[in-house]
DNA sequence: CAGATAATGAGAACGGTTACAATTTGGTAT
DNA sequence: ATACCAAATTGTAACCGTTCTCATTATCTG
């Protein structure tokens, strides 16, 4: 199953990795591929998105610590994108305002140079 | 409605809206909640975020122009914050990247002082 | 091989959201 | 006032992604 997310250079859904599993001839279910996607996202082996409309995207990232990416928003190709500068202007930011246990989320999209136009 | 939006410090959800208004006397119909939801977030009148749990969140900002959030995981309590540097910065490095028609998200999560313990 | 244990998966259930059709509301012309 | 029309509103049903249930199947262990 990480095979095929790795397989794919975007983000999957639950349901499309479950049918590209299915294509490949794998005779597995869907509530099987949600409680191993689940696994693997608490586990940090995935990293998990949501989209506009509220569906779970999943993809085994290469880099393994904390980062972000740049995703098309049409085709959904993704590539990894980190700042130190910018983790540690959210930390400190927040650590001011007096917070802690602090995390972030930074999600950059846009229409990449295939699908512009 | 937007003053019950306005009214609270934080994000609520379109049920917690509709509650509230319920609460409040008015007869209002959730779809309804829903629908103006909708077209006051195509107008950009209001904020949305996701929850982890896919759960839309609705929130009138005192900032007009583009913002982000930091929030309690907690209580809610939601701080605007700005930084146009950081803007710059993912701008920059998606037109890099050959990207158009950018945009990006960022939340920074923790609990506040109140919460933390 | 037997028995215990864990993983699997089909289908039901769930929760937030949206679509639909019927009703109400508000405005305008008569 | 009254009749008429268009837009807004609303309860309900459908929808869709996700989670739960639990019977079945595979995997260990002795």
């Known amino acids: 199953m990480l095979e095929a997310l790795e397989a794919s250079d975007g983000?999957?859904?639950a349901q499309q990795l479950h049918a590209t599993?299915?294509?490949?001839?794998?005779r597995v279910?869907?509530?099987t591929v949600y409680n191993r996607l689940r696994i693997l996202a608490d586990t940090h082996?995935?990293?998990v998105l949501r989209t506009e409309s509220g569906e779970a995207l999943y993809?085994?990232?290469g880099a393994q610590g904390h980062h972000h990416h740049l995703r098309c928003r049409r085709c959904?190709?993704?590539q990894e994108v980190e700042s130190a500068e910018?983790?540690?202007w959210a930390h400190s930011l927040a650590k001011k305002a007096g917070f802690s246990d602090?995390?972030?989320t930074i999600e950059i999209t846009g229409l990449c140079e295939k699908c512009h136009g």
């Open 45 to 47: 082996q995935v990293d």
């Open 29 to 31: 279910g869907l509530a």
């Open 21 to 26: 599993l299915r294509e490949q001839g794998q």
């Open 59 to 61: 993809r085994r990232c």
């Open 102 to 104: 602090i995390s972030h």
């Open 76 to 78: 959904g190709s993704v």
């Open 86 to 88: 910018v983790e540690a």
């Open 11 to 13: 983000f999957l859904s």
